[in-house]
Nanobody
Framework: QVELVESGGGLVQTGGSLRLTCVAS????????MGWFRQSPGNEREFVAA?????????RYADSVRGRFVISRDNAKNTLYLQMNSLKPEDTAVYYC?????????????????WGQGTQVTVSS
């Protein structure tokens, strides 16, 4: 069993930056992959970024955030990060951390096995 706890959300102006953190308790195996998703009111939960737990160089991004967001992990701390730069009002959402018991990176939310409770990010115009 894996528990995920996100933090780092908040209110920021357009063009600002935030770093989200997700701490995992329980054993994250090397064949896991980790992801960030987001959900705004009235919309489905959408993929943001994913990273391989063993090989942090393997990453995948949604087109809407590529070049602005960076996903990374610290295996020793069992922690996942999402550095968000050049934030836009359309980035406003609840951001969720997720873990998948497979190493391949996927954008499908149904493929992830564990979820955090979410952290709110609000970008003001």
């Amino acid at each position: 069993q894996v528990e995920l706890v996100e933090s780092g959300g908040g209110l920021v102006q357009t063009g600002g930056s935030l770093r989200l953190t997700c701490v995992a308790s329980g054993r994250i195996l090397t064949n896991y992959s980790m992801g960030w998703f987001r959900q705004s009111p009235g919309n489905e939960r959408e993929f943001v970024a994913a990273v391989g737990w063993r090989d942090g160089a393997r990453t995948r991004y949604a087109d809407s955030v590529r070049g602005r967001f960076v996903i990374s992990r610290d295996n020793a701390k069992n922690t996942l990060y999402l550095q968000m730069n050049s934030l836009k009002p359309e980035d406003t959402a609840v951001y969720y951390c997720s873990a998948r018991i497979m190493s391949s990176l996927t954008t499908r939310k149904e493929a992830y096995d564990y979820w955090g409770q979410g952290t709110q990010v609000t970008v003001s115009s």
